[in-house]
């Protein structure tokens, strides 16, 4: 039997598809949070399975010690990155918890927002080519 993906028009077996996927795996999304001025600066990006696997654990982790309650905070400071897609704050500073604790909350709910854009459907639809209209 051979392993074939079906879609509307289209028919890929296993090799055809993973190659035609591949053009994509390994780009790094990075997307600026907007809206946000004058606390321009800010970028999310978008996760493999793997990161968001551990973004996902490390999130349990935050709320499960939860005393400070600012798991929230810890949370945010995972999902900022730099232009280059490294992290920019770091969960278990304690200096930089502070720092974003005490950003306007406009912020904070600007980063989440694109976070999850990014990460979902229209996170995929920013991978794929301009459509002429």
Known sequence: MTNTVNTPNTQYTKE??????SQYLGKQLIYPV?????FDGLY?????????????ARCDEFNENN???????????????DSTGKPMFD?????????????????LMGVRDAFLSINSEDG??????AKNS
């Open 16 to 21: 055809d598809y993973k190659r035609k996927a």
């Open 34 to 38: 907007e809206g946000i001025a004058p």
């Open 44 to 56: 999310v990006k978008m996760l493999t399975v793997s990161e968001m696997t551990d973004f996902a």
């Open 67 to 81: 005393e400070d309650s600012l798991a929230g905070i810890r949370e945010k400071a995972l999902m900022i990155v």
């Open 91 to 107: 969960p278990d500073d304690p200096e930089d918890v502070e720092f974003l604790r005490d950003m306007p909350a406009q912020v």
């Open 124 to 129: 995929l639809k920013k991978l794929q080519p």
